[in-house]
Each structure stands twice: as C-alpha cells, then as structure tokens.
C-alpha cells in the first residue's frame, strides 16, 4: 500500500478513535446490587450506606482528590427485600451480587441445616464481612397483658413475613418457651405493618430481628405505649445452648419511647454475604472500601447501628467460609493468618 498524507490522517484518525472507544469501555459502569430488607428495618439504611461508600460512578473525582473513595467504576445500589432467606436464595439464583442475612440462616443454608433441611446446599455462599449485633426484639402493646414470652399463648402474635430470619428466629423462641405458632393467633407481617395492626387495636405483639433502634418500632412508640418484652432467664440460656449463633444482648433503657430499663434479649450477627462466583478483584476492592477512612465517618455519622460495624468484629460469628478476594484483604490487614 502507497504511505500518503491522507492514509497518515486516516490512521490517525483510527488510532484516535480507538483510543477514545477504549477509553468509555474503561469507564463502563458495573452495578452491583445489595439486597437489604424492608424499609422500615435497619438493613435498608445501613444497605445505603454501604453502597455509597463502594461507589465510585465512572467520571467521579478520585480519593486523592476529594472524592470518592468507592471502587472506582462500581455503581452499587441498596435495594428492599424481603431479608435473610430470600437474600441467600437470590444470590444463590445469581438474580442479585449480594445482601445482608443473619449469621443463623447463612449458616444453615450453607450447610444444608435448619430451615434449609432437605434443601441443597448453597456451597457457593460467601461472607464479605460480619457487621453488627441484630437485637431480638419483642413489641406488645400495654393493654395486651404481654409481660413475658409465655404470655404470648392465645394472643395475635405477628411472627414476620415468609422468608424472612426474624421468622425463624421468633419460631426458636417460641419453642425455647415450649411453644409452637399452634399456640399463638400467628400472622405473618412485616414490622411495619404489625405496627399498624398494633396500632388499629388488632395486634398484641409481633417479632423483629434487626439492629436498634428499628424504624417501625420507633414510630409506634412516639404514638402509643408499648413495651419491649425480655428474652432472658433459664429459657434463654437454653435456646443459646442449642443454638450457638444466638448471643446474649440487651436493647439499653431509653432506644424506644417509654423504655425507661435496659431490655435483657438475644442477639444473632447482621453479615454482608455474596456468591463466590463474584470475581475475587471485585470482591477485593469492595472489601477495601468498605473499610477506609472516609467509610468510618460515614458509618459514624449516617446511622446509630453504624458504629458498631467495625473492621475488628467483621469477621466474629461467620460460620461460612468468606469470599476469596475478602479473605485477601483481612490477610492483608493482619486480621487473619
């Protein structure tokens, strides 16, 4: 071929053109999804929280420079779910790249126990980290007569929506005390909802799993009186026998209107899970972002329960084994071997 001054422009211009598609192939945003709860619960802020701090959306200004510390590209976005068992089974699926899930309902679907008995396994799932305590909390109303779970016989007792770890969890606690739902008037709402009914004179108590103070519950007690019912004694101890992820906690006097004593209760750990099918990279960066200087202060200032989401406890009670490119960033910081 004869080298002329328009075969050179038109190199060039190739080159150039190149060069600029490859630049906006670079910049292509990649979206990963965190599958949270309902939005009156504490994963769904805290989910918004997480996002924001993994993301970086092509364009933005870098760390250095002031702006986001997130992954660069990455467009991460929190969004409602109906929690625990219906995350797992959704990433399990590959319809979502992550979510939150109490340590008990991970731990039985990886191994095929609990109230995934008879259910394959999901070998594929993998912990990012371990965040904060999520708070068993009992509601009932004042007038109900509630003072104890064994009061709960007889009563309309919301148990949560199908799906959800609180539903498991209300359903072990229940049996701590001798009972099944067969001796409840059981219904299945989100707290929301049992707030409502609680609200309208039709509901005597219902169950939450989540860190405090949970919105729903906040809400009601500005308008009604209502009492927060222990998980403790003889009865406790033998539920956190049995079933070792349960841990003692205590919802402090004052997190709801009208507490005026530290509430003794049990406690099951808020983890942030994924598929090991997620690349190792990706995981990697987002584990290194959720732990950088600029995620603290958003954690601190954005949501009560975000000051207990420390690099310390992330990986206390994880019962599955964590993602590959997870565990490269806790080697790297010392917290593991």
Not at 268 to 288: C, F, R
């Amino acid at each position: 071929m004869k080298f002329t001054r328009r075969t050179a422009t038109a190199l060039i211009g190739a080159t150039v053109a190149l060069g600029l598609a490859s630049a906006a192939i670079a910049q292509s945003p990649a979206f990963f999804r965190i599958a949270t709860g309902g939005t009156s619960g504490t994963y769904f802020p805290i989910g918004g929280l997480l996002a924001n701090a993994i993301s970086s959306a092509p364009g933005s200004r870098s760390c250095e420079e002031g702006g986001s510390c997130g992954v660069p590209g990455l467009i991460a976005t929190a969004m409602s779910a109906n929690g625990s068992v219906a995350n797992v089974n959704g990433i399990n699926g590959g319809t979502i790249e992550s979510g939150f899930s109490q340590s008990d309902v991970a731990y039985w679907a990886y191994t095929g126990t609990g109230v995934f008995e008879g259910k394959e396994k999901v070998e594929k799932l993998r912990a990012i980290a371990n965040l904060y305590p999520e708070s068993l909390h009992l509601i009932a109303s004042v007038d109900s007569g509630i003072n104890s779970v064994a009061d709960l016989k007889g009563k309309r007792v919301s148990m949560d929506e199908p799906g959800s770890g609180t539903l498991v969890d209300a359903r072990i606690i229940l049996e701590g005390y001798g009972m099944t739902e067969a001796d409840v008037s059981a219904e299945y709402l989100k707290p929301d909802q049992a707030a409502d009914r609680m609200r309208d004179g039709a509901m005597d108590a219902f169950f939450f799993v989540g860190g405090f103070p949970a919105g729903a519950i906040a809400e009601l007690a500005s308008q009604q009186s209502i009492k927060v019912i222990p998980i403790d004694g003889d009865n406790a101890s033998g539920i956190t026998e049995k079933y070792q992820f349960f841990a003692v906690n205590t919802i402090p006097a004052g997190t709801y209107e009208g507490q005026t004593d530290d509430v003794s209760t049990l406690a099951v750990g808020a983890q942030w899970i994924t598929s090991a099918d997620q690349p190792e990279e990706l995981i990697y960066n987002i584990t290194k972002a959720l732990w950088n200087d600029k995620t603290r202060s958003l954690l601190d200032s954005g949501h009560s329960k975000g000051k207990s989401i420390t690099k310390e406890t992330a990986l206390d009670g994880v019962g599955i084994p964590l993602h590959a490119g997870a565990e490269r960033f806790y080697k790297e910081a010392g917290l593991l071997d």
